[in-house]
């Protein structure tokens, strides 16, 4: 059976601008760290894979030393597990807060892959906690328990590395042509198609401009119908899917033909 694997942030909801940057410096702020990363200066932080990896980037001897921390590398680890770890913490109340919603057609679609017996996953290089938290929120309890969860530190190199989309393609036995990712960044992109996966990208706050090449289809979201439609805004279609006014699982299926759609 075909499979539909999404990343978590940016895709599920739009977590990175309202929910990992406040917690980020919310962290930096309780351990009285000499930091605190603005709009612009976290876009840039996004192009490297995992919390944890974006930390050490502060790690200059300059920081290091104003910063007082430790020089020891191992001791230097410990020291950002322990940020880690308390910014996981930050993030997870503001998820269950209930401020940022999830984005317009995961849970439509998600629910509609579920009943027609479709294979559901998020492969992401957030921690595990954030990404079920997120994943909660956006599907709901009782359709999030039918979701695999593939993230964290579970394989050594984080997007754009394919190897989340690799362990989780080997660990659910799946046939690569016939799995579809939803993402939402070029580093996403990049990893899915590096493990052989078809992808579709939804673009998010961060990342509408980046370059998408290789996606067979780029909408600005999946979409949803009234009392509060979203309409889906086609951006790139290859295979002349035509996902209007909203996406539907039949378009996500199509997309595994890799034939152009007549119309």
């Not at 351990?31 to 894979?49: H, I, M, N, Q, T």
């Amino acid at each position: 059976m075909p499979a539909l694997v999404f990343d978590c942030d940016g895709v599920l909801a739009d977590t990175e601008r309202y929910g990992h940057l406040p917690a980020f410096n919310r962290t930096f702020e309780e351990f009285g760290l000499p930091v605190r990363w603005s709009d612009s200066d976290y876009a840039e932080k996004l192009k490297v894979g995992g919390g944890k990896e974006r930390m050490k980037t502060l790690l200059t001897p300059d920081f290091i030393a104003e910063a007082g921390l430790p020089t020891e590398p191992g001791a230097l680890d410990e020291q950002v597990a322990r940020w880690h770890r308390r910014k996981t913490e930050i993030y997870q109340a503001i998820i269950a807060g209930g401020a940022i919603p999830p984005r317009p057609g995961v849970r439509r679609v998600a629910a509609e892959a579920d009943a027609a017996g479709w294979t559901l996953a998020v492969a992401s290089t957030s921690a595990e906690p954030s990404v079920r938290s997120v994943l909660e929120l956006a599907a709901g309890p009782e359709l999030a328990a039918r979701f695999s969860v593939f993230a964290g530190d579970i394989v050594p190199r984080k997007k754009p590395a394919p190897d989340i989309y690799e362990y989780a393609v080997d660990h659910l036995g799946l046939d690569p042509a016939a799995v579809v990712v939803i993402e939402d960044s070029r580093n996403g992109l990049r990893a899915a198609l590096d493990a052989g996966l078809g992808c579709a990208v939804t673009t998010s706050a961060y990342t509408r401009q980046e370059d998408f090449t290789g996606a067979l289809l780029v909408v600005s979201s999946l979409g949803d119908p009234g009392p509060e439609e979203t309409t889906t805004e086609v951006l790139s279609d290859p295979l002349g899917a035509d996902p209007r006014p909203f996406v539907r699982l039949a378009d996500l299926a199509f997309l595994l033909t890799g034939a152009p759609r007549p119309h």
